[in-house]
């Protein structure tokens, strides 16, 4: 099992950056898939980005690409979305997953394992 916990949310202006964090509990964390999802209010959860177990592989939504990096490191358990020119419609709480490697490479699959989440807001 993991645990996630989000961080690193706030209010910003519109075109401002943000850097999200994901940190996780346990000694098998690069075993895990992460990926980061978003919820805006009265709209269906959303992917948003995903990263492979070491890193090497990332995957984005179509609406951030290009604005928005993953990345971790597995020796702080610690997964990040680096978000920049940031729009007033990527307003949302922002969620991370994990998906477990057995489970295969499935960014918009299902996840096992899910933070609380951490808001963003983003004024224009």
């Known amino acids: 099992q993991v645990q996630l916990v989000e961080s690193g949310g706030g209010l910003v202006q519109a075109g401002g950056s943000l850097r999200l964090s994901c940190a996780a509990s346990?000694?098998?964390?690069?075993?895990?898939?992460i990926g980061w999802f978003r919820q805006a209010p009265g709209k269906e959860r959303e992917f948003v980005a995903a990263?492979?177990?070491?890193?090497?592989?990332?995957d984005y939504a179509g609406s951030v690409k290009g604005r928005f990096t993953i990345s971790r490191d597995n020796a702080k358990n610690t997964v990040y979305l680096q978000m920049v020119s940031l729009k007033p419609e990527d307003t949302a709480k922002y969620y991370c997953?994990?998906?477990?490697?057995?489970?295969?490479?499935?960014?918009?699959?299902?996840?096992?394992?899910w933070g609380q989440g951490t808001q963003v807001t983003v004024s224009s």
């Open positions: 990263i492979s177990g070491g890193g090497g592989v990332m």
């Open positions: 997953a994990g998906r477990h490697i057995t489970a295969g490479w499935a960014p918009q699959g299902h996840y096992d394992y």
């Open positions: 346990g000694r098998t964390f690069s075993t895990y898939y």
